[in-house]
Structure formats: structure tokens, C-alpha cells
């Protein structure tokens, strides 16, 4: 089955401990990208990736970081979580336009 | 730059009733437009798109029509259901290294 993977699915941890949300595509997709998403604020672009070893800043980046070692693989990295990067996050891949999201992550930063 | 706006929610509807949800574009060039649903718990998935004027999208019931002339999208659909209780997205793409760019959803409640 076509999927975006997404792991952990919830996250409670505490501000300045290092943490990482996992990402996985099954498509071939080149294209890559991870959202935030917060109320009355809709979807926001964090960091996108067209290739292996390309990635980019999206709308949101501060506070994030990313990797794209594999096709296959686009980890989020928050090397110093704060309170304000509470939120639900997506992980997307796409091709012609089209995008498919993982489930989401729901992380709360204390 | 390009932009998406659509209509505030929440929106609460009676089971079988008319639904339309706003949506207006701006964009440089000839965008794609498409329509995203996000039900509870769950990701956004792609529910209809259009790619070019005129074009009408639809799927589960759903219609949307690419109207160049006002730059809209708006979603339809004739008969609302419980399970169509979602958040909706409306999005525009023009291609290559540009990411898509969303609205900031509507709510949509539908009530038995």
C-alpha cells in the first residue's frame, strides 16, 4: 500500500531535550516536505526536500532542522524544542502536484 | 505571490443539506488548484483537483470548478452526510520547486 509513515504519532517531552520525528515514503516520491499545523494558522511549510541531500526552508523554518540521506527517508529534527513549537505536524511527499500526507505527530513541548 | 483564501469556518449543516465552501486564488501563471480533506485524527488527502480553466473536479459527490474569470474554487456538494464532518483545504500549486500553498481550512460540522 502507498504510504507516508510517520513516527512517534504523540509526543510529550520538556524544552532543550533534543528530539526527532520520523518520516517514510514507500512511493519513489522526490519531493518531500514537513508542515506544521496550528489553529487559525492552517498548514505552514517548515522545510521541503526535491531530492536526496537537497532540502530547503519552507515558510516556518526556525527552531527545526532536516536531513534527506535516502529517497525514502525525511527525519525532523528539533535540536532544542521550546513550548512554542507545540503542535501537529505533517510529513508529506509528492508528485505532479499532488501531495500525500502522513498521519501527523502531535507533539507537546512543556 | 501566490495565495489561498478561503471562507472562515466552523460550518454546521443538517444531514442532506447544500454545502459550498468559499475559495479564492491568487497566483501568478496557471496554477492547479485542488481541494484537501482532513478528517478527525488523520491526514490531509487529496479530494478533487482542476488543472486548468474550466475544469470541473469531483469526487464522493463533491464538485469543484476552476473559474479563471473570478479565480475561484468552490466546493459543492448537493446532499451533505455525518461522515462528510472534516476539515476542508482548498491549495494551489504551479509547479516545479514551489511548494503547494493552503488555505487555512473550513471546519465542516454536519449534524443528523
Redesign the interface.
Known sequence: EAQ?TQNPRYLITVTGKKLTVTCSQNMNHEYM?WYRQDP????R?IY?S?NVEVTDK?DVPEGYKVSRKEKRNFPLILESPSPNQTSLY?C?S?RG????????TRLTVL | GNSVTQMEGPVTLSEEAFLTINCTYTATGYP?L?W?VQYP??????LL?ATKADDKGSNKGFEATYRKETTSFHLEKGSVQVSDSAVY?CAL?V?G?T??V????TRLSVIA
Open positions: 507516508v516536505s487559525g494558522l492552517g498548514l511549510q521541503y526535491m519552507g505533517f508529506a509528492e502536484n499532488e501531495q500525500f500526507f502522513g498521519p501527523g | 492547479s485542488f484537501y485524527g488523520e491526514g490531509l488527502q487529496l483537483k483545504f500549486g509547479g520547486n511548494p503547494l493552503f488555505g487555512k481550512g
